[in-house]
Nanobody, 123 residues
């Protein structure tokens, strides 16, 4: 079992930055990949970024490439999402997820989820 707790959401103006954190507990943290997803009202949950267990391989959605950076600190059991140059369309609830069975970009593949943290970008 893995427990995930996100933090760092809030309200920011367009062009601003936020850093989300996701603290994990339970299984050995460096044994599984981690991902960030987001869900806006009335929309499906979408992939944002993923980082593999050792942190060597990182994948980003096209919509956030060059603006968002995922990273992990295996010593602190924490994964981060640094979000820069935020846009109003980035407004959503952001979720971290752990241990995908298969494709890192498919939310249905992840075994564990956090409760989500709201990010609101005002224009």
């Amino acid at each position: 079992q893995v427990q995930l707790v996100e933090s760092g959401g809030g309200v920011v103006q367009a062009g601003g930055s936020l850093r989300l954190s996701c603290a994990a507990s339970g299984r050995t943290f460096n044994s599984y990949a981690m991902g960030w997803f987001r869900q806006a009202p009335g929309k499906e949950r979408e992939f944002v970024a993923a980082v593999m267990a050792t942190g060597d391989n990182i994948y980003n959605a096209h919509s956030v490439k060059g603006r968002f950076t995922i990273s992990r600190d295996n010593a602190k059991n924490t994964v981060y999402l640094q979000m820069n140059s935020l846009k109003p369309e980035d407004t959503a609830v952001y979720y971290c997820a752990a241990d995908p069975r298969g494709s890192y970009g498919d939310p249905g593949e992840y075994r564990y989820w956090g409760q989500g943290t709201q990010v609101t970008v005002s224009s």
